[in-house]
């Protein structure tokens, strides 16, 4: 659980015990930095990074019952981040060029290809892996995570039976982010118009920045209207997502996500401990 100041993360000890950790942000994320519009989509592409790695040493040295050292972890995340933009966004513009050259297809389908391979890659990757118990259980924490926000958001009690009936679903959510980043990348690399092979693969990573700032400054958008008629219609697509990404969670993890909530809550009022 993330605020402005602190984060904190709970995970559930092999002794069935909550072990929480409290940290303060960087000092980053104060002043005027986090305010600038685009410049904050970056930055928050940033703290997703970084704070995520953080918590995958903490649990991993929960389970273990000792430290784990973040290099191994961040060796894995950058794997994982190189893999996937050759997956994401390097194979659609390959399948979109090939389109073009080997069909005779014109621009505007080779572009159209290119985004339907991207979102078929995401849509499919996020389904297939919710199909292992590990992931679903991952995907159970998430929707214990969004329920408890609701829950705070609606000025309800924060125990799980009361938690339990608000939705698994949440407009401020990185899955939302991901869909959106996919949406725009589709919009923004069709006003590029025709490329020779390398331009065009050197065009999607270097424009992953924008793509980025683009899709955090449209989720920020449409969270600000999510009570309105317009807001709800744009928001759509992002929550259904949300339904691969997210499971209904049990009692004892909900419990989870409420210490790391209560300890976040504790850190903003300058109670911050590991």
């Known amino acids: 659980m993330r605020g402005t100041e602190v984060c904190a993360t709970a995970v559930r000890a092999p002794d069935g015990s909550i072990v929480v950790e409290t940290r303060p942000l960087s000092g980053l994320y104060r002043g005027r930095t986090p305010r600038i519009p685009f410049v904050r989509g970056l930055l928050a592409l940033v703290d997703a990074l970084v704070l995520g790695m953080r918590a995958l040493a903490f649990s991993a040295g929960v389970q273990a019952g000792e430290a784990v050292g973040q290099g191994p972890i961040a060796l894995s995340m950058a794997a994982s981040l ?8 390097l194979l659609p513009a390959g399948a979109g060029y090939l389109a073009t050259r080997t069909l005779g ?41 969004h329920k408890t926000i609701h829950a705070f958001e609606a000025g309800a009690q924060l125990d799980p039976s009361t938690i339990a009936a608000f939705p698994r679903e949440h407009p401020r959510c990185g899955t939302a982010f991901l869909l959106t980043v996919v949406v725009i990348s589709i919009l923004l690399f069709a006003l590029l118009g025709p490329m020779p092979l390398l331009p065009r693969l050197a065009s999607r990573v270097l424009l992953i920045p924008v793509v980025a700032s683009l899709a955090y400054e449209y989720i920020r958008l449409t969270a600000r209207w999510s009570g309105s ?23 004892d993890m909900v419990e989870v996500a409420v210490s790391a909530f209560d300890a976040m809550r504790r850190g903003e009022a300058g109670e911050v401990s590991r």
């Not at 190189?82 to 966004?89: E, L, N, P, S, T």
């Open 82 to 89: 190189v893999a996937g933009v050759g997956i994401f966004f």
């Open 105 to 145: 297809w014109s621009d505007l389908a080779s572009n159209a290809i290119e985004g339907l391979v991207r979102l078929a890659l995401l849509v499919g990757y996020v389904g297939a892996i919710g199909l292992w118990p590990e992931v679903r259980r991952v995907y159970a924490y998430h929707g214990a995570e």
């Open 229 to 251: 008629f317009w807001g709800r219609v744009l928001a759509a697509p992002n929550l259904a997502m949300q339904r691969l990404t997210t499971r209904e969670p049990t009692a």
